[in-house]
T-cell receptor
Framework: KNEVEQSPQNLTAQEGEFITINCSYS?????LHWLQQHPGGGIVSLFM???GKKKHGRLIATINIQEKHSSLHITASHPRDSAVYIC?????????FGEGTQLTVNP | NAGVTQTPKFQVLKTGQSMTLQCAQD?????MYWYRQDPGMGLRLIYY???????DKGEVPNGYNVSRLNKREFSLRLESAAPSQTSVYFC??????????????FGNGTRLTVT
């Protein structure tokens, strides 16, 4: 069993829809990361959070430490949100990454 | 402010050839990392350097060597490339250690094909 698991693996939505991507982890953490990988391959850090909720524009990340679960929400989705979204959790000696969720938002 | 600069962007090698991937960051970060990304798998850590002068093996270090040349630069060397090393390689840096306690900043990646 992977230490970090994401669902769904693939997600297709229509423009304007509310999107949720889930991440479950089995390691104890100090902070969980959400990353975005653009179609061109570049990776950017979206959020690092250790409790509660963080918001940046139309993106919202939440975490429940007791349940070892985090969600990434996108409100009013847009085709430019199409990307791979990756969560990562610190392990005992390194950051462990999920396999990513491929999001496609159609106009 | 360039962030993390990684070169080359693409490379094709024949089995047995060697090459060095270069990485430099201008954010004065202490920690630097090399990851590989393969289809169906998450990013996997090859080597990391928690601070200038130190390097440590990650999850998949076999076939690779690294050099933390100074605080800015961290290179990855393939001494004798193998087809199993065909992958996309990412360099990253963070302000503090590799356990995920500060945000990661990534380079744009190197797509390596070994034939």
């Amino acid at each position: 069993k992977n230490e970090v698991e994401q669902s769904p693996q693939n997600l297709t939505a229509q423009e304007g829809e509310f999107i949720t991507i889930n991440c479950s982890y089995s390691v104890g953490i100090s902070a969980l990361h959400w990353l975005q990988q653009h179609p061109g391959g570049g990776i950017v850090s979206l959020f690092m959070l250790s409790s509660g909720k963080k918001k940046h524009g139309r993106l919202i990340a939440t975490i429940n430490i007791q349940e070892k679960h985090s969600s990434l929400h996108i409100t009013a989705s847009h085709p430019r949100d199409s990307a791979v979204y990756i969560c990562a959790a610190p392990g005992s000696s390194r950051l462990t990454f999920g396999e990513g969720t491929q999001l496609t938002v159609n106009p | 402010n360039a962030g993390v600069t990684q070169t080359p962007k693409f490379q094709v090698l024949k089995t047995g050839q060697s090459m060095t991937l270069q990485c430099a960051q201008d954010m004065n970060h202490n920690s630097m990392y090399w990851y590989r990304q393969d289809p169906g798998m998450g990013l996997r850590l090859i080597y990391y350097s928690a601070s200038e002068g130190t390097t440590d093996k990650g999850e998949v270090p076999n076939g690779y060597n690294v050099s933390r040349l100074n605080k800015r630069e961290f290179s990855l060397r393939l001494e004798s490339a193998a087809p199993s090393q065909t992958s996309v390689y990412f360099c990253a840096s963070s302000e503090v250690d590799g356990r995920g306690n500060s945000p990661l900043h990534f380079g744009n990646g190197t797509r390596l094909t070994v034939t």
